[in-house]
């Protein structure tokens, strides 16, 4: 019995003439059942059971030694022997059809002799040991990570607990979720025997956590076929719906995408470029998801173009004859060659408009790169084999995210992660909201390094990223060279410099989680306010320094407040030409020795003297006041008013002022603004014995950490 006529939900086989993949016709498990049960009719000989599993795999690995299999086969069979699956069929079938659509894919051999036997120690009296001593520690391996925990033992936690323990074992080894995908891509083709609420519940794990593993690992063969079966489950009215525009296009007769397909053969045959060019029907979720897109479809909306060439070099130049023969789409162009996707994806995208409108996909790629998109990891053989000729770039490549490609920047990420997450029920929902995070952006550092972040990462997330859970002392960033705010979101290819505060008494701010994205940085820092409950209210006040400092500092201020000016301390002295006349220094600019002044006549027989670049400069002369030549006088003590800019931190303030009082620098006042975006602004006006000080006292402030820019008041 095929697994469709068990399955009501499964997508039924369209009429002659629908697009649809050249893949190996469905095996008839029914047979393999009763070649099972009638076992190898000589010793050593190859079972018939498993003949098309040899099949695939010698026209992939030509010289692979099927001895291990063999042996493999022999113990599952009789392990399993007498189980039943809900089907009907022998149970022996299912690791046959598990290891069929591995060999396919063109998993190498230890893959293969895994999957025959990964329900044995879950399901029967076979031992994780005697595994190990019949086929060595690779495969011993594999069976355990994809052995489900009993829920004996751990009750309703035994789903979480198993995908975390399927996970860290795909940490070390990415053919564990291999399997496990192919293992729920044969489930999900014979669900339809189970209960309808059975159902849903299994094809919802499988459409939040399994589909975007597949995705991050680049299985594209496997998720796209587990996309189609969720979406007969769980949206049958949709898939309903989405079926019939198929078959109506397919039972139309006008097959444009052929027709293109013929014109660029064409193009290409006369630019001399050998290329295969296929039609690649999309599949039942990619209509549906063209269709709400673009409304009504036409005949090339529901297949692409597929270009196979053998070098790297020929998919650019199919692109330039397609750009210069045919009408090109050029918002359609993305170069995925170049620019890898973060799940080894390697293509060119285009399109090419006919004279009627009909606009065709087109993807270029390598064999190799064809290979690797439809099976992902599974396309590397065995990754654990040193190769024989290493990538030059590999030792410059360590902090990338394509670095080691058995172990992508996002599962070491989710790996950091979850060890925090010691709760099964959280674990579980951080894993599905990670997983939902189907994009992925590189961001650099100062270094050179890279950063793999999900799309809509921020700064925040940035710093646990780089430092974990010391990025609780992070005071703020730079983005491509500009100070930026934590809360800032990252784009691909940007450079962010992450700012630390030195002495460590930064703490995270409970308005960070309104910005962190991914598990790893939300997870710290809500294990932090947790263990700093009383400390927590207080975290958005970052300029109030706590009491113990008000008597220690008798310099520091409280934020907003004023201190009455000293009138017995005296500005700088600046002559006016002017006889008579008192002399004041303007507040707006502060000028002191040796900025370049001028002065005004005002009312009451007072000259206001300012800088030469001040504002209100333009403002006197535009209202007629008297300008009056000035010069600065021998008197070395003055006063200024500095701004200073940072990060919103504990005792911000209070080091600040300190700073000021350690340079013998009197405070006259201080005004500290409310922090906006993480950021406070404070104006001192500051009576210096020296102006000579003034460089050394901003070089000072600048120094307090979580000060990024002090000036002069720009008023």
């Not at 024989?388 to 990338?400: F, I, K, L, N, R």
Request: charged share 25%.
């Amino acid at each position: 019995m095929s697994a469709e006529a068990t399955n009501p939900a499964t997508p039924v086989p369209l009429t002659q003439g629908t697009f649809r993949r050249k893949t190996r016709a469905r095996i008839d498990l029914r047979r393999l059942g009763r070649a099972a049960l009638l076992g190898p009719t000589a010793r050593n000989a190859l079972p018939d059971a498993i003949s098309h599993v040899a099949e695939a795999h010698r026209a992939h690995h030509p010289d692979a030694d099927l001895e291990a299999l063999r042996r493999a086969y022999v113990l599952a069979e009789s392990s399993h022997r007498g189980q039943m699956r809900k089907s009907g069929e022998p149970y022996i079938t299912h690791p046959l059809a598990v290891t069929l659509i591995l060999a396919e894919l063109g998993a190498e051999t230890t893959t293969l002799t895994a999957s025959l036997l990964h329900d044995t120690v879950e399901d029967t009296e076979v031992t994780l040991d005697q595994v190990g001593t019949e086929f060595g520690a690779e495969v011993r391996y594999l069976v355990d990570g994809v052995t489900k925990l009993e829920k004996v033992d751990y009750g309703a936690a035994a789903e979480p607990e198993t995908f975390r323990k399927m996970l860290v074992a795909t940490g070390n080894d990415v053919r564990v979720m291999s399997i496990k995908l192919a293992d729920r891509l044969h489930n999900m083709r014979t669900l339809g025997v189970m209960r309808p609420e059975k159902q849903a519940r299994i094809a919802k794990v499988t459409r939040d956590v399994l589909i975007p593993l597949a995705e991050r690992l680049g299985v594209q063969a496997l998720k796209t076929e587990l996309e189609d079966l969720v979406f007969a489950i769980l949206h049958p009215e949709e898939y309903a719906t989405t079926r019939e525009l198929i078959v109506e296009n397919a039972a139309s007769g006008a097959d444009p995408l052929a027709a293109i397909a013929e014109d660029v053969r064409a193009v290409l045959r006369e630019a001399g470029i050998q290329a295969e060019v296929l039609i690649r029907p999309r599949h039942f979720v990619s209509v549906h998801r063209v269709s709400r897109k673009r409304g009504p479809l036409r005949g090339a909306d529901f297949g692409r173009l597929l270009v196979l060439v053998g070098e790297d070099a020929d998919c650019y130049g199919v692109l330039g004859e397609l750009h210069t023969c045919m009408t090109p789409v050029v918002s359609e162009f993305k170069d995925f060659i170049a620019v890898p996707k973060f799940n080894l994806y390697q293509s060119l995208h285009t399109a090419v408009a006919r004279g009627d409108g009909e606009v065709a996909e087109v993807l270029i790629r390598t064999h190799q790169m064809h290979k690797v998109a439809e099976a992902g990891v599974i396309a590397l053989g065995n990754p654990y084999v040193p190769s024989a000729a290493p990538e030059p770039d590999t030792e410059a490549a360590v902090d990338g995210e394509r670095a080691d490609p058995t172990r992508p920047g996002w599962l070491s990420r989710l790996l950091d992660w979850q060890e925090g997450a010691s709760d099964p029920d959280t674990f579980w929902s951080t894993l599905r909201e990670d997983l939902a995070q189907d994009r992925e952006i590189t961001v650099f550092r100062p270094d050179g390094g890279a950063l793999g972040l999900p799309e809509g990462a921020s700064c925040v997330d940035a710093a646990y990223a780089q430092y974990g859970e010391d990025a609780h002392a992070c005071i703020g960033a730079r983005v491509n060279g500009r100070l930026a705010t934590l809360s800032t979101v990252l784009g691909d290819g940007d450079t962010v410099e992450l700012l630390m505060d030195q002495d460590g008494s930064s703490e995270p701010s409970r308005e960070w989680l309104d910005h962190a994205h991914t598990p790893a940085a939300r997870i710290a820092i809500q294990r932090w306010l947790a263990a700093h409950p009383t400390d927590s209210t207080d975290s958005t006040d970052t300029t109030r320094p706590p009491a113990s400092h008000a008597h220690a500092r008798p310099a520091a201020l409280t934020a907003g407040t004023t201190e009455a000016p000293h009138p017995d301390r005296p500005e700088a002295s600046a002559v006016v030409d002017l006889p008579g006349a008192a002399v004041r220094i303007a507040g707006c600019c502060t000028p002191v020795p040796p900025d370049e002044i001028t002065a005004f006549a005002v009312r009451g027989g007072v000259v206001t003297v300012h800088r030469v670049d001040c504002a209100g400069v333009a403002r006197m002369q535009n209202s007629g006041r008297t300008e009056v030549g000035v010069r600065w006088g021998d008197t070395t003590e003055c006063r200024v008013t500095l701004v200073a800019e940072s990060f919103g931190r504990p005792h911000l303030l209070a080091d600040l002022t300190e700073a000021i009082a350690l340079e013998g620098v009197g405070i006259v006042s201080a005004t500290v603004e409310p922090p906006t975006q993480q950021r406070v602004r404070h104006t001192y006006t500051l009576q210096l014995p020296d102006a000579a000080t003034l460089p050394v006292l901003m070089r000072a402030m600048r120094n307090v950490p979580g000060v990024y820019d002090v000036g002069r008041a720009p008023r």
